[in-house]
């Protein structure tokens, strides 16, 4: 059974993560866990209200029920009959989410996403970000008005450096559900050629079997990598765009916005983000 992971802090943009989740679980057969992450540090204002952990944890329980079982009620949504679990835990939510996700072995993280951050969640990043660059399974991000449209088409962007292996079953794996038409794209601003790039996607694709969805390997002309790759899917009419996250050192991942991050936050379509050469997934 495919297990997805949904992070909430109780927020509009939760909700979305939340709602597209289920959506996407009744077409893949998955169950879906919903977790909420209380912060491992408190302050004197937290205790005023909080007389002990447990009181802080039966709190944050009674809150998630609500938002699963009765929050999607009162907004005008019909309730799921996906099997949906929900799990509060104490820690640094990024952090905790992450490692939560790789030690139950989970398929896929849903999370919100949103655009304006602080300073400091600038530098250190947000939990939606740190997620991303934390988490050894598919990550699909969810802006607060990004609404359920079943994948009709796909676009996925690819370079001359990152190891795709991995990455492209991970990719097939989740398309053989929705056999969405794909567009794998490299934004060329130089004259270096790609072939061998393309011919490796190529191979990647048909190595398993042959794929049941179409797809083009297509070269885009375009200065800025980012905004082209947004005008594009924006022509194509993409309904989700997919991304390989790059290995980097833990310090640099922090303090370097990674342009699947940086997409993400300028496009409002779902944008799952895959590890580079991730571990082989289960069947």
Not at 12 to 18: H, I, M, R
Not at 129 to 143: A, D, G
Not at 225 to 250: G, P, Y
């Amino acid at each position: 059974m495919i297990q997805i992971l949904v992070p909430v802090d109780f927020t509009k943009v939760s909700f979305s993560a939340y709602h597209y989740a289920i959506k996407m679980a009744e077409e893949m057969n998955a169950e879906i866990t919903v977790m909420h992450v209380i912060n491992g540090s408190f302050t004197t204002a937290d205790t005023m209200f909080l007389d002990s952990m447990d009181a802080s944890f039966e709190a944050a329980e009674k809150r998630l029920q609500y938002f699963v079982y009765e929050y999607s009620d009162k907004m005008g949504y019909t309730q799921s009959k996906v099997t949906t679990k929900t799990d509060v835990r104490f820690g640094v939510p990024g952090f905790t989410i992450a490692d939560f996700a790789t030690d139950k072995k989970f398929d896929y993280i849903v999370a919100g996403m949103r655009d304006n951050h602080s300073i400091i969640e600038r530098v250190l990043g947000t939990t939606s970000t740190i997620i991303t660059k934390l988490s050894t399974c598919p990550v699909i991000l969810i802006h607060e008005n990004t609404r359920w449209v079943k994948p009709s088409k796909v676009i996925f962007t690819i370079d001359d450096s990152t190891d795709f292996d991995e990455s492209i079953y991970s990719y097939i794996r989740f398309n053989s559900v929705f056999k969405a038409p794909t567009d794998f794209i490299h934004i060329k601003r130089d004259d270096k050629e790609i072939d061998s790039t393309k011919d490796a996607i190529i191979k990647e694709v048909f190595k398993k079997k042959e794929p049941d969805f179409s797809f083009e390997v297509k070269t885009i002309y375009g200065g800025d990598i980012v905004q082209s790759i947004i005008d594009f899917s924006i022509f194509e009419k993409a309904d989700m765009l997919v991304m390989v996250h790059r290995k980097r050192s833990f310090l640099d991942s922090f303090f370097n916005r990674s342009l699947s991050i940086r997409t993400a936050e300028g496009l409002h379509l779902p944008i799952m983000v895959l590890e580079e050469n991730p571990p082989l997934v289960k069947n």
